[in-house]
């Protein structure tokens, strides 16, 4: 299967962390991304993560995954009001040890962030 | 080092008229991929062009729509006779290699042109 979910709307207050979700259905080895989208603009790559990897940190973000159940998150430390945007996760599976970037996305998660 | 660019960024066509969006792509990546975003909705593949080769348009639908990456000048998606449900975003992204792994494989995304179509 291909589809990829995630919950529409997080709102927190600044100075919280925020947690994204996302699960994914693919079984074999895949690429997870995390994309934010600002009002009226494109697609801006936060960062990605192998499924052979259970946790990433860059900086303010840190994705976890479990691969059991399929289920992906993105934390945001210290939240500001500039990330107040649309997160989208993304998946990219691997076939056969190589594949192409045909990415299946999310319907995106609203990140409202209050002063 | 300029980003993936996309030209118009906002476009409005009549019911039945042809639309054309460009997509240029990052200097030294040769992938293209074009995306479509319905409102409140994710991005949905439509097709991958390595240059002069369509490499998968199983996301384009079978009529009216078209795509090309000629050896010069920038990706075209062509939208013929449109229609209302064709009105969305319409994003591109380019890639150094058509691999997925890492940072070869990454995708970067153009602004987008969003299409209105009355």
């Known amino acids: 299967g291909e589809d990829v979910e995630q919950s529409l709307f997080l709102s927190v207050r600044e100075g919280d962390s925020s947690v994204i979700n996302c699960t994914y259905t693919?079984?074999?080895?895949?690429?997870l991304y995390w994309y934010k989208q600002e009002p009226g603009a494109g697609l801006q790559l936060l960062t990605y993560?192998?499924?052979?990897?259970d946790m990433k940190q860059d900086q303010r973000l840190t994705v976890l995954l479990n691969k059991k159940d399929k289920h992906l998150s993105l934390r945001i430390a210290d939240t500001q009001t500039g990330d107040s945007a649309i997160y989208f996760c993304a998946e990219l599976p691997i076939a056969g040890g190589t594949s192409y970037g045909k990415l299946t996305f999310g319907q995106g998660t609203i990140l409202t962030v209050h002063p | 080092n300029a980003g993936v660019m996309q030209n118009p960024r906002h476009l409005v066509r009549r019911r039945g008229q042809e639309a054309r969006l460009r997509c240029s792509p990052m200097?030294?990546?040769?992938?293209v991929y074009w995306y479509r975003q319905l409102p409140e909705e994710g991005l949905k593949f439509m097709v991958y062009?390595?240059?002069?080769?369509?490499?998968?348009e199983s996301g384009m639908p079978k009529e009216r729509f078209s795509a090309e990456f000629p050896k010069e000048g920038p990706s075209i998606l062509r939208i013929q006779q449109v229609v209302r449900g064709d009105s969305a975003a319409y994003f591109c992204?380019?890639?150094?290699?058509?691999?997925?792994?890492?940072?070869?494989?990454?995708?970067?995304f153009g602004p987008g042109t969003r299409l209105t179509v009355t």
């Open positions: 200097k030294g990546h040769s992938h």
């Open positions: 062009l390595q240059k002069e080769n369509i490499i998968d």
């Open positions: 993560i192998f499924s052979n990897m």
């Open positions: 693919d079984s074999s080895s895949t690429y």
């Open positions: 992204a380019s890639s150094y290699s058509g691999l997925a792994g890492g940072k070869i494989g990454e995708q970067y």
